[in-house]
């Protein structure tokens, strides 16, 4: 991930962005936290998909976490 890619992610709260893991996943994901010191990185999200009204609806009752390390971009998502 580059700086400006942390950037927008830490500027990203509770919004909506798609991670693009290291493996080639991407997720749709409305962002809650972004810890980003000590020896394990990470960030909190919760997984959304987009409804036909242009909302989104959370996939499950639980976050996720996914290290800073594992995330290869970000990008805001195009409406």
């Given amino acids: 991930m ?3 890619d942390l950037t927008l992610l830490k500027s990203s709260i509770d919004e909506i962005v798609i ?3 290291t493996d080639g996943e991407e997720i749709v994901a409305q962002i809650l936290f972004v810890f980003d010191e000590g020896e394990t990185p990470d960030l909190f999200y919760l997984k959304v998909t987009p409804d036909d ?3 989104f609806t959370t996939q499950t009752s639980g976050g996720h976490s996914l290290l800073l390390s594992d995330v290869a971009a970000v990008r805001r998502l195009d409406l």
Avoid: A, H, K, V
């Fill in 19 to 21: 991670l693009e893991t």
């Fill in 53 to 55: 009204d242009g909302t």
């Fill in 2 to 4: 580059t700086e400006e």
